[in-house]
């Protein structure tokens, strides 16, 4: 039934999480955390309060998934969906991947012009001056790094209570007004607003399919809801239809 939502539309929109990295060996936001850091929450680390409160802390932690994600490679389920735009876009043809994921694998797997929800811990901002530039250094000499201008630099990502980048919310946005088909991959679909745009793309019409080897609370909005990996399944599922 994918293979025949995928012939039959002209424009899809894909939306990503955690679970879609978990392959290339990153582990997802909500997995136990381990080590030194298993004895602290996710959900408040990710907080502007807990880098006010320790932004030593705060940025270790980055360090360490920073550290982690530049040892992983792109995994099968990135490298289908790069795939997957090119032959879109070849068609003239509507792609856009959404993705809730920082560590940027979907770009060294060759995604191109994709939107990033929630930013990336790739790219630092000085919470004095603002400026805002790609760090590659791992692991930072200091914690947290500091801009030339002595202003403290946090990630550049989107932490809880913390709005999501407009411009791109937006796009996102009008990508699931618009598709025909959305597919919603490897996410736990519980974080808002990332949640509400696989909603957002069924009540506009279009066909919807979920990944995930656990059921979530988008399960019952999608046409097919997939229990399985994205590595494993999405080079099945586009290499079956050739
Ligand atoms: C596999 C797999 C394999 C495993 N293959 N799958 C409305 C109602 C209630 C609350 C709110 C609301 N609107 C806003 C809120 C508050 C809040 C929110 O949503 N809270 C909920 C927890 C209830 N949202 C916000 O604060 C957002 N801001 C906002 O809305 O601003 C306006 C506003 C503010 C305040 C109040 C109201 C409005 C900002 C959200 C920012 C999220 N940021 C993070 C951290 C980024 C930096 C970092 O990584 O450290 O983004 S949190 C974290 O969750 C991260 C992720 O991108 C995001 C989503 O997680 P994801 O990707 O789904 O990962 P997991 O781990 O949850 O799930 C992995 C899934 O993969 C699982 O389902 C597995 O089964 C699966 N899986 N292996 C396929 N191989
Ligand atoms: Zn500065």
Partial sequence: MIRGFLRETDAIAVLTGAGVS????????????????????????????????????VSRWYDERR????????????????????????????????????DRLHQRAGSRGLLELHGTFWVWRCTSCGEEREEWE????????RCQCGGTRRPSVVWFGETLPESVLAAAWQAAEHC????SLGTSSLVEPAASLGR???????????????????????????????????????SARE
Avoid at 39 to 45: A, G, K
Avoid at 180 to 183: D, Q, R, V
Wanted: proline share 11%.
């Fill in 67 to 102: 550290r982690k994600s530049a040892d992983c490679e792109p995994n099968p389920g990135h490298l289908a969906l790069t795939r997957l735009q090119e032959e879109f876009e070849a068609a003239g043809k509507h792609f856009t991947l959404i993705t809730q994921n920082v």
């Fill in 138 to 145: 791992v692991p930072f000499p200091e914690h947290p790094p």
């Fill in 200 to 238: 957002v793309a069924a009540a506009a019409g279009a066909k919807t399919v979920e990944i995930n080897p656990q059921e979530t609370p988008l399960s019952p909005w999608v046409d097919v809801s997939v229990r399985g990996t994205t590595g494993k399944l999405l080079p099945t599922i586009l």
């Fill in 180 to 183: 025909g088909l959305f597919l």
């Fill in 22 to 57: 978990a392959e290339s060996g990153i582990p997802t936001f909500r997995d136990a955390q381990t080590g030194l850091w298993a004895r602290y929450d996710p959900m408040e680390l990710a907080t502007p309060q807990a880098f006010a409160r320790d932004p030593a802390l």
